[in-house]
């Protein structure tokens, strides 16, 4: 494994690095990673590593990019670096908009946190007036793509903007995952769903089976945008009826969050599934994914 600390490589110089795991998410949170070190002997008080500072680890797999060290613990015998990239304004801030585009706050938060950004086939609609109410630009914006239908996915400095109609569209990798290997949720899926700010409720789906219910604080400007708000979270919501996790050998780092593959198992029979979230141990050579069934086909 290669580790770069404040531009300069330090791999030789390491003693042992007990674990490096990296993170990566499709539902709006950051990259993390957390590096520790063999400490037994305290003899990393001569390096003395502070937040803020810049570190990168790598392999043949995978790369976390630059990211800052944001905490830094001894655990036991173990010095452990907790990192996150490198992101500005991820305080709380109070903003308003009028007859802007989804897109464009998408690229005026991209801006404010220093990220480049990309969009895949998402669909611009326009707000009235819309408020950031002392959220972080992160949250605000991961609230607002659920209300779309869209991912988010912050990584190595660049954000990435996924809409589910582009997910459905990905074509499924040749990886099959084995039941007998995965911890499996399988519950009934929301049939319906209700969207309100308190004056105008939007609903999607039917009134057969359990449906699923979301309060917000933005106002709803039209029963049109509030059906759709509610079609996209019945969507978001099922995501964690019917879903799983599995620990596999070797870094696949091939697999990602927005990769589909497909599960085999009793219940699902070959059905493909999408990442949802992936942890790449680079010294242990793992890999452990979180998957969801986006629709019960």
Known sequence: MKLVYEGAEITDKMTT?????????????????????????????????????????????????????????????????????????QIGQVKGWKNASFTQLCRNAAGRLGLEIKFYQVSDHKYEGIEQKGESDLIFLSNLCKLEGCSMIVSDGKLR????VYLDSLDVADF?????????????????????????????????????????????????QANRFAANMLRYANRDRKCGSILCNGVLDTLMPGSKIKITNDYWKDKPVIITRARYYLIKQQTKLWFSLLRDE
């Not at 990296?22 to 003395?48: E, K, R, V």
């Not at 903007?161 to 589910?164: T, V, Y």
């Open 176 to 224: 099959t995952l084995q039941a007998d290997g995965c911890r499996i949720t399988d519950r009934a899926l929301f049939t319906g769903c209700e969207v309100s700010d308190g004056k105008t409720t939007g609903k999607a789906g039917n009134n057969k089976g359990e449906k699923t219910y979301f309060s917000t604080d933005r106002k709803l400007e039209s029963i049109g």
């Open 161 to 164: 903007i996924l809409s589910d």
């Open 17 to 89: 690095i007990r674990r490096c795991e990296l993170n990566q998410y499709l539902n709006g949170h950051i990259d993390t990673m957390t590096i520790a070190f063999d400490n037994s002997q305290g003899q990393w008080t001569g390096w003395a590593p502070k937040r803020g500072d810049k570190l990168q680890a790598s392999d043949d797999h995978a790369d976390s990019g630059v990211m800052v060290v944001t905490a830094i613990r001894q655990e036991g015998a173990e010095m452990v670096l907790d990192c996150a990239p490198l992101l500005n304004h």
